[in-house]
């Protein structure tokens, strides 16, 4: 069964500086694997996808994330923070087990934006 | 073209009530998802529908948890009777090939 595991409950950074939030998954088959992002009392918002093209995936709001098979992991980053990228975010893999695509989201990672 | 709609927003029921929620999927998704929520935690999959065939309902508490989806458009999630363990966001999502889109959910609180 596919899976993934968020390295960090809590990340905290200081505006301007760049954001690293973590996740490493767990695939028997070539993964497709997608970061949300989920601000309080909104809806899961998509901010990028990898499906087995290019290893380095840009997504909206300046964010991108590297697929990396050797080291199976899809971190996410950007290079400077903004208050308004405070929010929880998820990284998550697409299980075809049964011939039929599920996400499988990961535990989430809160990221804390300070002035 | 449309989101993913779900009503209602919020609900607070007591426990060993019932309730039910409403989804209406992207027109044209084929597959229709809920997930659950809990506060704190990312998402889980309660049952998966495939038109209106269920393929997969490994999670979903069967003994209080019912979802049916007629006709393969819309869906009803229902659980009765609640538990206090139950207070969640219920999320309803469509797909077509790798494109999902969630709705805002439906916030529940069981006290």
């Known amino acids: 069964a596919q899976s993934v595991t968020q390295l960090d409950s809590h990340v905290s950074v200081s505006e301007g500086t760049p954001v690293l939030l973590r996740c490493n998954y767990s695939s028997s088959y070539s993964p497709s694997l997608f970061w949300y992002v989920q601000h309080p009392n909104k809806g899961l918002q998509l901010l990028l996808k990898?499906?087995?093209?290019?290893?380095l995936v840009k997504g909206i709001n300046g964010f991108e994330a590297e697929f990396k098979k050797s080291e199976t992991s899809f971190h996410l980053t950007k290079p400077s923070a903004h208050m308004s990228d405070a929010a929880e975010y998820f990284c998550?893999?697409?299980?075809?087990?049964?011939?039929?695509?599920?996400?499988?989201f990961g535990a989430g990672t809160r990221l804390a934006v300070h002035p | 073209e449309a989101g993913v709609a779900q009503s209602p927003r919020y609900k607070i029921i007591e426990k060993r009530q019932s309730v039910a929620f409403w989804c209406n999927p992207i027109?044209?998704?084929?597959?229709l998802y809920w997930y659950q929520q809990i506060l704190g935690q990312g998402p889980k999959l309660l049952i998966q529908f495939q038109n209106n065939g269920v393929v997969d309902d490994s999670q979903l508490p069967k003994d209080r948890f019912s979802a049916e989806r007629l006709k393969g458009v819309d869906s009803t999630l229902k659980i009765q009777p609640a538990k206090l363990e139950d207070s969640a966001v219920y999320l309803c999502?469509?797909?077509?090939?790798?494109?999902?889109?969630f709705g805002s959910g439906t916030r529940l609180t069981v006290v």
């Open positions: 990898y499906t087995s093209a290019a290893t």
């Open positions: 999502a469509s797909s077509q090939d790798y494109g999902y889109t």
């Open positions: 998550v893999v697409s299980d075809p087990g049964g011939g039929y695509n599920k996400l499988i």
């Open positions: 027109s044209g998704h084929a597959t």
